[in-house]
């Protein structure tokens, strides 16, 4: 186990995100590089920003709409499953995902 995370300049300068968007990158970067392919829900990852609901959904928010975290929705058996990506390169061919997904109740919007 690392006792670092290594995060690339571009989320730092220049993706244009506030500090609680960075502070919340640097720790979903954490999680994925820790665990690789790990099963985790959103309110983990809420609980591990130590952020209230608010602060976390507007931090998850400009995460996602600039691109950095994606999302896709998946139906299996019943069952809506999400996965999300986290972008680590700000180079669209070399860009690297990590998936994480998690299984949620029929018809339960997660954000």
Same mark, same amino acid.
């Given at each position: 186990?690392? =006792?670092?995370?290594?995060?690339?300049?571009?989320? *730092?300068?220049?993706? +244009?995100?506030?500090?609680?968007?960075?502070?919340?990158?640097? $720790?979903?970067?954490?999680?994925?590089?820790? @665990?690789?392919?790990?099963?985790?829900?959103?309110?983990?990852? $809420?609980?591990?920003?130590?952020? +209230?609901? !608010?602060?976390?959904?507007?931090?998850?928010? @400009?995460? $996602?709409?600039? +691109?950095?975290?994606?999302?896709?929705?998946?139906? =299996?058996? +019943? $069952? *809506?499953?999400? @996965?999300?990506?986290?972008? !680590?390169?700000?180079? @669209?061919?070399?860009?690297?995902?990590?998936? *994480?997904?998690?299984?949620?109740?029929? &018809?339960? !919007?997660? &954000?």
């Amino acid at each position: 186990m690392n =006792d670092y995370t290594k995060i690339q300049n571009f989320v *730092l300068f220049k993706a +244009g995100l506030s500090s609680k968007a960075i502070v919340l990158y640097m $720790k979903l970067l954490y999680l994925f590089n820790l @665990e690789k392919n790990a099963k985790i829900d959103r309110m983990h990852f $809420k609980y591990l920003s130590g952020y +209230g609901e !608010t602060a976390f959904k507007k931090a998850w928010k @400009e995460l $996602k709409t600039k +691109g950095l975290v994606t999302q896709t929705k998946k139906r =299996d058996c +019943g $069952k *809506l499953t999400y @996965e999300y990506y986290l972008k !680590t390169s700000p180079h @669209e061919e070399a860009e690297i995902i990590t998936p *994480l997904s998690y299984t949620t109740k029929k &018809n339960k !919007t997660v &954000n």
